[in-house]
Each structure stands twice: as structure tokens, then as C-alpha cells.
């Protein structure tokens, strides 16, 4: 009598299933909605991860989109990394989020980082811009570390364009940094607001501008750069200025 071979159902599901699946990147450049990662778990779940595998060597990328209202349907943020649970550590980097909508409260952040120490940048480009008008603070950095920005746009901001609460090792090139507010309270009118933080380098990059200012901070009201309680600062041709206390 032949035998047939026989296999279970079980180890034959479990062969079907040992070949890793390929990772899913979105297609990007399109609409989506406000973001928010709290764990590494997130940067898959988001749906808006466009290319890399989270190590160093290959950050993800989230972007580019066009965010077309903030987390809370009226106010919030476009982008939202928060590590305060210490859940990330996936190295990210953002690019080309467009923020399209108004939001008058000028405590609300557009990109939003907390906690975040892995090196990160957030970049835009003129084919993919990092940008919003009518926005409240362009960018919040708070406690964390090892950020790049280069190439943002905050127009008509009715908010601080980037605001530096206790980080350190920042920088920031080519960005365009503006506020409509007329005699704004300290310091929502400012173009870059930092305090309790250090080694922050100010139009230094290579890619500025050889000749000419490396970032736009003409304001309505309010100063281009505020330092309360900051050290190691250092702006593009001139040496560091006087800390100023609100």
C-alpha cells in the first residue's frame, strides 16, 4: 500500500508564515492627517513613514505630506514625537510637512518634539517645503537633543517660529521665520525662543549663503533671537550674544 505524506496543518501554516514580509512604506506627498508617535510602535501604525528602517544608518522618513488640520480638529499640532515614556528609540527624521491650515493659538506647536536625543532632523525643500501661514509656534522642541533644522517656512505666525525649552545641541539654517502679531506678548513674537538650553548653532551651516543672512527672522514685534538662561550660542558671523532674561 503507498503511504501519503501527511503534514500538519500546523507546521505548514508555520512555513507559510517563517519569510519576513517586505516593510510598507507610504507613497507620501500627499494629504494626511495629524500625526502622533509615542513608541517605536508607532512609526508603522502612523501609515505615514515614507522610506527607511529606523537605524541610524537609515532614519525613517515621515514625509512629505499636506496636513490639512491640526490634531484636534481645531487646534494641535501637524507632527507629534513625544518620548517622555522613553518608548522610542527608532532614529526619525522629518520632511516636507506642509501645514495647511490657521490656528490662532499661539501656544499650539506645528512639529512638536519631546524628549527626542536620537539625531533628527526637520528639513522642507522648494519642491517639498516644511511650511504653514496663520500657524501658532512653528516648531517646539522640549528636552530633547542632536535636532537639525534647515529649510522651514513659518509665515504670518501668530507664535514664537521656533521655541527651544530645555534642549541642547540644536541648529538652524535657511529657515524663514516670521509673525504678524503687532506688540506681542513676551515672547510670542519672536522668531527663535530659547531657554534652559545650550550648544545651539544659528545660521552655521555649510549650505548658508556666502553672502547675505542664513535665516529671516524680520518680525512685526518681538526679537529674531531670544536666550533666557541659555549658553554656547552660536549665530553666523558675529560672536555669541547677551543672554537676556524675561
Given at each position: 500500500?503507498?503511504?501519503?505524506?501527511?503534514?500538519?496543518?500546523?507546521?505548514?501554516?508555520?512555513?507559510?508564515?517563517?519569510?519576513?514580509?517586505?516593510?510598507?512604506?507610504?507613497?507620501?506627498?500627499?494629504?494626511?492627517?495629524?500625526?502622533?508617535?509615542?513608541?517605536?510602535?508607532?512609526?508603522?501604525?502612523?501609515?505615514?513613514?515614507?522610506?527607511?528602517?529606523?537605524?541610524?544608518?537609515?532614519?525613517?522618513?515621515?514625509?512629505?505630506?499636506?496636513?490639512?488640520?491640526?490634531?484636534?480638529?481645531?487646534?494641535?499640532?501637524?507632527?507629534?514625537?513625544?518620548?517622555?515614556?522613553?518608548?522610542?528609540?527608532?532614529?526619525?527624521?522629518?520632511?516636507?510637512?506642509?501645514?495647511?491650515?490657521?490656528?490662532?493659538?499661539?501656544?499650539?506647536?506645528?512639529?512638536?518634539?519631546?524628549?527626542?536625543?536620537?539625531?533628527?532632523?526637520?528639513?522642507?525643500?522648494?519642491?517639498?517645503?516644511?511650511?504653514?501661514?496663520?500657524?501658532?509656534?512653528?516648531?517646539?522642541?522640549?528636552?530633547?537633543?542632536?535636532?537639525?533644522?534647515?529649510?522651514?517656512?513659518?509665515?504670518?505666525?501668530?507664535?514664537?517660529?521656533?521655541?527651544?525649552?530645555?534642549?541642547?545641541?540644536?541648529?538652524?539654517?535657511?529657515?524663514?521665520?516670521?509673525?504678524?502679531?503687532?506688540?506681542?506678548?513676551?515672547?510670542?513674537g519672536d522668531g527663535v525662543y530659547a531657554v534652559n538650553s545650550a550648544n545651539l548653532s544659528i545660521g552655521t551651516g555649510a549650505d548658508c549663503p556666502s553672502s547675505g543672512p542664513c535665516n529671516d527672522l524680520t518680525y512685526d514685534d518681538g526679537f529674531g533671537i531670544w536666550l533666557a538662561d541659555t549658553q554656547?550660542?552660536?549665530?553666523?558671523?558675529?560672536?555669541?550674544?547677551?543672554?537676556?532674561?524675561?
Amino acid at each position: 500500500m503507498r503511504h501519503l505524506l501527511s503534514v500538519p496543518l500546523t507546521l505548514a501554516a508555520m512555513t507559510l508564515f517563517a519569510f519576513p514580509a517586505e516593510s510598507a512604506f507610504a507613497t507620501g506627498a500627499g494629504a494626511h492627517a495629524a500625526i502622533t508617535i509615542t513608541s517605536n510602535a508607532g512609526f508603522s501604525a502612523c501609515s505615514c513613514v515614507t522610506s527607511g528602517n529606523g537605524t541610524a544608518a537609515s532614519p525613517f522618513v515621515i514625509g512629505p505630506w499636506s496636513i490639512n488640520a491640526p490634531s484636534g480638529g481645531t487646534s494641535g499640532w501637524s507632527v507629534k514625537i513625544d518620548n517622555s515614556k522613553g518608548k522610542i528609540t527608532d532614529y526619525f527624521n522629518i520632511f516636507g510637512i506642509s501645514s495647511n491650515y490657521n490656528n490662532t493659538n499661539s501656544t499650539d506647536p506645528t512639529i512638536w518634539l519631546v524628549d527626542v536625543s536620537t539625531a533628527t532632523s526637520i528639513t522642507g525643500t522648494n519642491a517639498n517645503p516644511t511650511t504653514g501661514n496663520n500657524l501658532g509656534i512653528g516648531i517646539e522642541l522640549d528636552n530633547s537633543s542632536n535636532i537639525s533644522i534647515d529649510g522651514v517656512d513659518y509665515n504670518k505666525g501668530n507664535g514664537t517660529g521656533i521655541f527651544i525649552n530645555g534642549s541642547t545641541n540644536v541648529s538652524i539654517n535657511n529657515s524663514k521665520l516670521k509673525a504678524t502679531c503687532t506688540l506681542c506678548s513676551p515672547h510670542v513674537g519672536d522668531g527663535v525662543y530659547a531657554v534652559n538650553s545650550a550648544n545651539l548653532s544659528i545660521g552655521t551651516g555649510a549650505d548658508c549663503p556666502s553672502s547675505g543672512p542664513c535665516n529671516d527672522l524680520t518680525y512685526d514685534d518681538g526679537f529674531g533671537i531670544w536666550l533666557a538662561d541659555t549658553q554656547n550660542v552660536r549665530p553666523a558671523g558675529r560672536p555669541a550674544p547677551h543672554q537676556r532674561r524675561p
